[in-house]
């Protein structure tokens, strides 16, 4: 079974691993672990303590996470779990993106979106997405096919991007996929925003050449950006993640209940760094998933509460889908979350004609697309409202109580709080700076 490995080496070696400019070979931290086959190419990660509500990465406090392959045996689990150094062995699923089961037509376009977003009152506003990274962790990016279908320019920086161990490529070079429909959809509302390329989905397992992301992969590039988020001044920190990718299968996963489960543990260290990151400042925001009761993907193997993972994080916004006539899409996954109840947090919209990613005729689908346009419209927002200024918790709760409320009661689990809305947002935020 694919698992990653936390350990407690000693100070020198965890002050290494937080540096971003030091190498730390895998095999300096894990050692010789019976029945773990060790995966050299996976550089060591460093995983914050959680004390609530903060994370110290102090070399006292953090630990080291390694990946690799362990022996089935019950028995080799419970003989390395005694070893001192190891404070925990946890499943390592596949990710993979958050496709639809398809077949309908678009509804509209993505200038219909646009509308939608109020993108002529945003860039009245000075609220472009200038000067915001936003990070698209998914296939990776094609920036010429956004460019030819939007008519403009989107702006890569390849020296924040990221790619796995074992992935070639150059940011915004990519194949033409689902992360270039991600980016395509997120510049409708920021098209000026600074793209970071972080194609965790194209790595492949040890030995294999199929293409299936691991959940660690996702953790080390979240160790990335967490470099990338404390290097900005603080006084303009902005960083917005979107990610449209998931784990729809338990059995991909330890039991719930068990330590090393990753659906519902809030304490698995990809739910962890997920936190650490939101607290330092980023804006994260997770599909809900495409397990919705009318029209499920056929991957999906939750028979309940789909929304599992840091798709169900407390501290990210887990995006719904709505078409361009504000109706849900059957396919949109629907809560109780399994990390938090709320589940999802907003819908944005989805189904459109768009990025052609997938062929001139077929739309851009499913919540995969619905985050990344709620992401640009996040990264819009943070042009002229830092991190700082309005931390990221603060910025869910105006999102949230915004929201065009389209089940009649509030929050519900078919739409979360309702639609994020654009207008309602701007003119929460203007009201606030005029009471400031």
């Known amino acids: 079974m694919r698992v990653v490995i936390q350990l407690r080496p000693p100070a020198d070696l965890v002050t290494a691993v937080v540096d971003p400019g030091t190498r730390v070979a895998p095999a300096d931290v894990a050692g010789e672990v019976p029945g773990f086959a060790l995966d050299l190419d996976f550089e060591p990660v460093a995983i914050p303590r959680v004390n609530n509500p903060t994370y110290s990465l102090s070399p006292e406090h953090a630990s080291v996470l390694v990946r690799g392959e362990l022996d089935d045996d019950p028995a080799v689990r419970r003989q390395i779990s005694q070893f001192d150094s190891i404070t925990g062995i946890f499943a390592d699923p596949a990710i993979e993106p958050v496709l639809t089961c398809g077949g309908d037509a678009a509804v509209g376009d993505w200038r219909r979106v646009g509308e939608l977003l109020r ?5 009245d506003a000075g609220l472009t997405g200038a000067g915001v990274a936003l990070a698209i962790v998914d296939t990776g ?7 030819r279908v939007r008519g403009g320019h989107i702006t890569i920086d390849a020296a924040r991007s990221w790619n796995p161990s074992g992935v070639t490529g150059t940011p915004g070079r990519f194949p033409v996929d689902h992360g270039t429909m991600c980016a395509f959809d997120a510049a409708i509302a920021a098209p000026e925003a600074t793209f970071l390329d972080l194609p965790v989905l194209r ?3 040890q030995g294999q050449t199929t293409m299936d992301g691991l959940l660690s992969d996702a953790l080390a590039g979240y160790a990335h950006l967490r470099t990338v988020l404390t290097d900005q001044p603080a006084a303009t920190r902005a960083l917005v993640v979107s990610n449209s990718w998931g784990s729809f299968s338990p059995d991909w996963d330890f039991p719930v209940g068990q330590p090393g489960n990753y659906s519902d543990n809030p304490n698995h260290p990809f739910n962890v760094i997920v936190g650490s990151l939101e607290a330092a400042g980023a804006d994260i925001l997770f599909a809900a998933g495409n397990c919705g009761r009318d029209c499920p993907d056929g991957r999906c193997a939750y028979p309940d509460r789909p929304i599992s993972g840091a ?7 887990s995006i719904a889908g709505v078409d361009t006539g504000k109706q849900r899409v059957g396919y949109s996954s629907q809560g109780p979350g ?3 109840d709320r589940k999802p947090d907003v819908c944005s919209y989805t189904h459109f004609s768009g990025s052609q990613a997938f062929g ?3 739309p851009d689908t499913g919540t995969s697309a619905a985050c990344p346009v709620a992401a640009g419209l996040i990264a819009a927002i943070r042009t002229k409202y830092s991190a700082t200024a309005l931390p990221p918790a603060q910025l869910r709760a105006l999102v949230q109580r915004t929201a065009l409320d389209r089940g009649g009661k509030g929050f519900d689990y078919d739409y979360g709080y309702g639609i994020a809305d654009s207008a309602a947002l701007l003119a929460e935020l203007h009201g606030t700076a005029n009471r400031a």
């Open 311 to 317: 798709n169900s994080h407390p501290s990210v916004l």
């Open 203 to 205: 790595s492949t397992r």
């Open 338 to 340: 399994r990390l938090a």
């Open 141 to 147: 990016i094609n920036a010429e096919q956004v460019d």
């Open 119 to 123: 993108g002529t009152d945003l860039a």
């Open 360 to 362: 001139a005729d077929e």
